[in-house]
């Protein structure tokens, strides 16, 4: 039996984070016979329940000792994990529990990371005395190997795949046209359908009043309907509410909280998406749903550039004229983007098959170490 464990952000009602989780556990099932994953989660009881996996505290040092030491692979897998902007914090954390690993002479995976923003220079020497001593480095963009070739990462063998939610399945539209009509939108209804996922950021009046305007001008002069659509249920809830209540015309909002397929279900019902947060564009692409991508991260840029698309601008930038005219573009070139996206998807898809391939391998030489 291969025994495997995963560290991530895992168990904190993120979308993006939990369809990674999904994604990871969903490959590897697939790829390796006779496998036992434990989960290191905020939420070990959810966690273990939608994932059907084992799933300790993620605070619990005792429990995560023990269960790195009864494994043969230790992942550190996916999301932004290794960044210091959002918070101080977790990056320390997770290259402790990566060097507990190493210490534990367990084979480690970095698992299709996106590398950074890293901004302090002890960070930067962190990462790369930690992350010099894994044995193999899988990163979902370009840009992460560069920045971990800069900051001297260069012992282990670095990857470049792709973010493991891309290999997601499409969710069922119909079942995603029902939740729409239960949260209220009329189901007999034939207008095009645009979505927005937005996230809070720091000073975002001029950006949500932007959006404001965009959807309220779509939806009075372009016959459309706008929906918004929360990906971290609790943070993005709020910002919907500043949003509905600043809005002059009729939009919907996805007020209740849905599972990873039928997320994948609401945004395949989509004519296009305004997406601010990553996986609302993943998940577009997965159901091949057109894009317009805003970005407050490098990662947003890194995944459009992936694709060979370009974001539209950043948070900070954001015209809703410029808005309202790509929307209107891609409308009229609605079918021809739909085929460009088919076929780039697929391949990232092909991309991120590399990463079940490295832990098969490290898998083997786990067992071929213990057997010495």
Same mark, same amino acid.
């Given at each position: 039996?291969? &025994? ?6 895992? @168990? ?15 490959n590897?099932?697939d790829?390796?016979?006779?496998i ?6 905020v939420?070990?009881?959810?966690t273990?329940?939608?994932? #059907? ?7 619990n ?16 897998? @996916?999301?932004?994990l ?35 923003p ?26 992460? #190997? ?27 539209? &119909? ?20 979505? /927005? ?6 000073? !975002? ?11 309220? #001008? ?22 919907l ?36 947060r990553?996986?609302s564009?993943? /998940?577009?692409?997965?159901? !091949?749903?057109?894009?317009i ?23 900070? @930038?954001?015209?809703?004229v ?7 573009l ?43």
């Amino acid at each position: 039996m291969g &025994k495997i464990v995963i560290s991530g952000y895992y @168990g904190f009602n993120n979308v993006g984070d939990e369809s990674i989780l999904t994604a990871i556990v969903n490959n590897l099932k697939d790829s390796i016979k006779d496998i036992e994953i434990t989960v290191l989660s905020v939420n070990p009881e959810s966690t273990s329940q939608k994932h #059907k996996i084992n799933a300790i505290d993620r605070k619990n040092i005792f429990q995560i000792y023990k269960a790195i030491k009864n494994c043969e692979v230790f992942i550190s897998g @996916g999301g932004s994990l290794l960044q210091d902007v959002t918070s101080g914090r977790s990056i320390t954390y997770y290259l402790v529990i990566i060097f507990m690993a190493i210490i534990l002479r367990k084979k480690v995976l970095i698992y299709s990371q996106g590398i950074g923003p890293i901004n302090k220079w002890f960070n930067k020497y962190m990462v790369q005395w930690v992350l010099n001593k894994v044995d193999c480095i899988s990163v979902r963009d370009e840009k992460s #190997k560069e920045l971990l070739k800069k900051i001297g990462v260069y012992t282990p063998d670095i990857y470049v795949t792709a973010d493991p939610v891309i290999s997601l399945k499409q969710g069922n539209k &119909k079942t995603g046209r029902e939740i729409l009509t239960k949260e209220g939108m009329d189901h007999q209804s034939e207008k095009p359908l645009i979505g /927005f996922a937005i996230r809070g950021w720091r000073d !975002n009046d001029e950006f949500l009043s932007n959006i404001c305007k965009t959807a309220d #001008k779509l939806i009075e002069h372009s016959n459309v309907d706008v929906v918004f659509i929360p990906f971290h249920f609790g943070e993005d809830i709020k910002i919907l509410e500043e949003i509905a209540h600043k809005m002059e015309q009729k939009a919907f909002f996805i007020k209740n909280k849905y599972d990873i397929e039928e997320m994948l279900g609401i945004v395949g019902n989509l004519d296009l998406l305004v997406g601010v947060r990553l996986h609302s564009l993943i /998940f577009a692409a997965i159901m !091949n749903v057109p894009i317009i991508a805003i970005s407050y991260d490098p990662k947003i840029d890194s995944f459009m550039k992936s694709l060979q698309l370009k974001t539209l601008c950043s948070t900070e @930038g954001l015209n809703y004229v410029d808005l309202i005219l790509e929307i209107e573009l891609i409308q009229k070139k609605h079918e021809a983007y739909k085929n460009i996206l088919t076929q780039r998807v697929k391949k990232l898809q092909e991309k991120a098959r590399i990463n079940e391939k490295l832990v098969i391998e490290l898998l083997k030489k786990g067992r071929h170490q213990r057997e010495e």
